[in-house]
């Protein structure tokens, strides 16, 4: 016969969440937080207890603000900006304590959070995956006999062959995108140097024949330490970043393409690996801003799926395969249009090499 055990106390399961939990009172003031809450917004207990939430957390968002006051509200708000840190965007609820009124549970989460996540690949990745290894070969045999046919045709007709030669190459390339995107592999991460790469980065984009002529700005923090990373990885992200920030200012009278480093502090990543979860800290920051017009308001908040794009024969896969590759390496990635400075911004954050488990 089984001994019943006792189930752990409401503390206890409470800071064991990999989400932030707040328990305010009435009046609006933080009165339990979990340690996952500290984490996401870089303040201990002490900086936390006894505090109004809504000023501590710093949210931003004047409709989320007044519902606060609001002791009966049920909230579910997804993208907010919470914090001192551009781009720090979280999701959001809140719940009565039933009985108790006024009393609610607030829960948080980086909007990004659901990225990491070890789930199956959802189909419309993994599907066009699958299909993409059964193009392959009929492709190739086409290939074969558009050359083939290249060399028995006179000179004036020879030019629909490498038409067909060309566009077959074409697809080829978009379905080795497709293969990388619905891939479960994960290069092994190291620790690295940050600026090292991006300079390749930046010297393959610069070396692009027939780019168009735009001004790359270096705004680098030399003493940031290494990050742990996949070299190669991490490479191809900003060839893409750098890449879209190029054409997309390239209409500019003065197009400009930033890229800039620094450290930041209190961003932390719930991270979710084979039904495991871990909290950590992304405190390396690049930010890769151009001058172009922005994003497509009809994309912009899908810019990171799959076959989302507005650019003249795209095939929208860069921005997903960028995605993928930035979780691979537990790191975050996030895009905003800044109005006022008129510039579009790609941030990335990844982990400090020493913090890596």
């Known amino acids: 016969m089984s001994v019943p055990v006792a189930a752990p106390d409401h503390r206890t399961q409470v800071s064991s969440l990999i989400f932030a939990f707040v328990l305010i009172d009435p009046g609006g003031i933080i009165r339990e937080a979990n340690q996952s809450t500290e984490n996401l917004l870089g303040k201990g207990a002490s900086r936390l207890l006894g505090k109004p939430f809504r000023e501590t957390a710093n949210i931003a968002d004047e409709r989320v603000g007044r519902l606060l006051d609001e002791p009966d509200t049920v909230l579910t708000a997804r993208g907010i900006t919470i914090g001192d840190m551009p781009g720090r965007l979280v999701n959001l609820t809140i719940s009565p304590v039933s009985a108790e009124p006024g009393w609610r549970v607030i829960t948080l989460s980086d909007a990004g959070q659901a990225d990491m996540a070890d789930d199956p690949q959802p189909s419309d990745i993994a599907a066009p995956a699958v299909l993409a290894h059964e193009i392959k070969n009929p492709l190739a045999a086409i290939r074969g006999?558009?050359?083939?046919?290249?060399?028995?045709?006179?000179?004036?007709?020879?030019?629909?062959?490498?038409?067909?030669?060309?566009?077959?190459?074409?697809?080829?390339?978009?379905?080795?995108?497709?293969?990388?995107?619905?891939?479960?592999?994960?290069?092994?991460?190291?620790?690295?140097?940050?600026?090292?790469?991006?300079?390749?980065?930046?010297?393959?984009?610069?070396?692009?024949?027939?780019?168009?002529?735009?001004?790359?700005?270096?705004?680098?923090?030399?003493?940031?330490?290494?990050?742990?990373?996949?070299?190669?990885?991490?490479?191809?992200?900003?060839?893409?970043?750098?890449?879209?920030?190029?054409?997309?200012?390239?209409?500019?009278?003065?197009?400009?393409?930033?890229?800039?480093?620094?450290?930041?502090?209190?961003?932390?990543?719930?991270?979710?690996?084979?039904?495991?979860?871990?909290?950590?800290?992304?405190?390396?920051?690049?930010?890769?801003?151009?001058?172009?017009?922005?994003?497509?308001?009809?994309?912009?908040?899908?810019?990171?799926?799959?076959?989302?794009?507005?650019?003249?024969?795209?095939?929208?896969?860069?921005?997903?395969?960028?995605?993928?590759?930035?979780?691979?390496?537990?790191?975050?990635?996030?895009?905003?249009?800044?109005?006022?400075?008129?510039?579009?911004?790609?941030?990335?954050?990844?982990?400090?090499?020493?913090?890596?488990?």
């Open 145 to 357: 006999a558009s050359q083939l046919l290249q060399r028995k045709l006179p000179e004036g007709d020879q030019g629909l062959a490498r038409l067909v030669t060309a566009e077959v190459d074409r697809i080829a390339r978009m379905i080795d995108r497709m293969q990388k995107l619905g891939s479960k592999q994960v290069d092994p991460l190291e620790p690295i140097n940050l600026h090292e790469v991006i300079r390749n980065a930046l010297g393959v984009v610069r070396s692009v024949e027939g780019a168009p002529e735009v001004t790359f700005t270096e705004e680098f923090d030399p003493s940031l330490p290494a990050v742990i990373a996949s070299r190669d990885a991490l490479q191809q992200v900003l060839i893409n970043l750098l890449g879209n920030a190029r054409d997309a200012c390239a209409g500019e009278d003065h197009p400009c393409v930033t890229i800039r480093t620094r450290y930041v502090t209190g961003l932390v990543m719930n991270v979710l690996r084979r039904g495991r979860g871990r909290s950590v800290s992304l405190p390396i920051e690049i930010t890769v801003s151009d001058n172009g017009p922005g994003i497509d308001p009809a994309i912009a908040e899908r810019v990171f799926e799959p076959f989302v794009t507005s650019k003249k024969g795209g095939q929208g896969l860069g921005l997903a395969l960028v995605r993928k590759l930035v979780r691979d390496m537990d790191g975050r990635i996030a895009n905003e249009r800044d109005r006022s400075a008129g510039l579009t911004r790609f941030r990335i954050h990844l982990a400090e090499a020493k913090d890596a488990k």
